[in-house]
Structure formats: structure tokens, C-alpha cells
């Protein structure tokens, strides 16, 4: 997943790939339905590589069981930002950063414990990803008959938490600042960021410009790199006048 990773699709290449066996037994005489779960799993995910396990079983639960491809992408969806933010405070800000502070010290006073517990320790980490996986698949098998019954509501409300967590993506990780200001008067001036813009509504050139690449996405068809690659260019060129 971090091998494959890129700023268009993050992680869903290697997310693919990790599954495409099971699909393969799963679809052995449908290639639309291949590739069609396929396609799905190369949509856009960001999420921790020890819970990913977890999320893939739960998924090719679901294609084993040939549910609705709209009621699997809206999980998918929904359900990596959650175990992103689970997984990272497990494991990376909780349990690493202790038992890399005890190893170390085991190791600056000489001790060879500190390097084998830690290299063990990590072992056993990347191994409960086998254990994720099989507890997603068989949390999966169960829900399926819930799902079937429920398959409309359950997505509508899959997509609707889908939606909230890239709202929330978007106020945290996207900001534009502007940095003009306009003279009042010799003794005070008015800045366009604070007091205008973050007056109307905070966050809305952040909010406007996603929207915007949406639109461009969804309705032009454009070429995500060149939308990363003009965005790119325009921060530099509007920050070199002093602009953002």
C-alpha cells in the first residue's frame, strides 16, 4: 500500500492489488464483475496499513456474497477514515512510540534486548494483520443478511458519513490564506483573510476552491495530475506576489 502510494490515489493501488486474488476466484467467469471491483478499488484511500486488513476482508465478505456495488463502494468510503484514525492512534502514537522509548533505552545501556524486542515486537504487529483480516471477512459473512435487508439504508448512510468525513478533510487539510491587507488609515488596516472572508463564512475559499476541482473532476472529465500540477503552480506563483 505505502509502496504504490501517490498523491492522486494515495494507498488504492496497493489496496487493489492485496485483493485481486480473491477477486479473481470470485469473478473466475465474469470479467465485467472483475472489473468492475476492480475499478471500485482503485477509487481514492488514505487509511492505516495495520487496519486495511480488516476493511479488505469486510469487502471481499461482500463481493463473495455479490452485493450492491453502490452499498461497497459507500463502506469502503465510510469506513477508511474511521480505522485511519483508530489505527494510527493504536499504533503509531501509542504503542510504537512506548516501546520504541523502552528499547531504546535497553539499548543505550548496551543491552541487545532493546533491538530484538523492538525488531519482535513489530513482527508480531505486522502478523495481527492476518487476524484483522479474517475478523473483517467474518464480521462481513454475518452482516450480509442485514445488509441484504437493509442494503438502501445502510448505504444512503454510509454515503452520508463518507460525505461528513471529507467535509472534515477538507476544513483540516486544505487551507488558503490570503495575505492582503488594505490601509484604513495610517494607525489600522483591514486584512481580506480575517476580516472579510473569515467573516462571511470560515474556510470558504478552502471549501469554494475543493468544489471547484470537483466540478472540474465530475462534469469536465479533467486530468487530476493537471489539476494537482496547476494547483501547484498557482500557490507558488500567488505566494511569490504576496497574495497567499
Not at 456495488?69 to 474511521?82: G, N, V, Y
Not at 467474518?138 to 442485514?146: M, T
Not at 492582503?180 to 489600522?188: E, Y
Request: charged fraction near 15%; glycine fraction near 8%.
Amino acid at each position: 500500500m505505502q509502496a504504490s502510494f501517490n498523491y492522486e490515489r494515495m494507498q488504492s493501488g496497493g489496496f487493489m492489488f492485496a485483493q485481486i486474488p480473491l477477486l479473481k476466484k470470485i469473478y473466475k467467469n465474469d470479467k465485467q464483475g472483475l472489473k468492475d471491483a476492480m475499478v471500485d478499488n482503485l477509487e481514492f484511500i488514505n487509511t492505516s496499513p495495520h487496519l486495511a486488513g480488516f476493511l479488505m476482508g469486510l469487502l471481499i465478505s461482500m463481493e463473495e456474497g455479490h452485493e450492491d456495488r453502490e452499498t461497497i463502494r459507500a463502506l469502503r468510503t465510510a469506513l477508511f477514515p474511521p480505522l485511519a484514525g483508530i489505527g494510527d492512534a493504536i499504533f503509531w502514537f501509542t504503542v510504537l512510540p512506548i516501546l520504541a522509548g523502552i528499547c531504546s533505552s535497553l539499548a543505550v545501556s548496551g543491552s541487545i534486548l532493546g533491538p530484538l524486542l523492538f525488531f519482535i515486537a513489530y513482527c508480531l504487529i505486522f502478523a495481527s494483520r492476518f487476524y484483522t483480516t479474517n475478523l473483517g471477512y467474518n464480521l462481513g459473512v454475518k452482516a450480509i443478511p442485514i445488509i441484504k435487508a437493509q442494503s438502501e439504508k445502510i448505504g444512503k448512510a454510509a454515503s452520508v458519513l463518507g460525505v461528513t468525513v471529507i467535509g472534515g478533510l477538507i476544513a483540516s487539510y486544505v487551507h488558503i490564506n490570503v495575505l492582503t491587507k488594505f490601509v484604513i488609515n495610517k494607525s489600522s488596516t483591514l486584512s481580506l483573510q480575517t476580516g472579510f472572508f473569515d467573516r462571511i463564512f470560515p474556510n470558504i475559499l478552502s471549501f469554494g476552491y475543493v468544489f471547484f476541482l470537483y466540478y472540474l473532476l465530475k462534469n469536465k472529465k479533467a486530468n487530476p495530475i493537471w489539476l494537482i500540477a496547476g494547483t501547484f503552480v498557482l500557490v507558488l506563483v500567488l505566494s511569490y506576489f504576496g497574495i497567499l
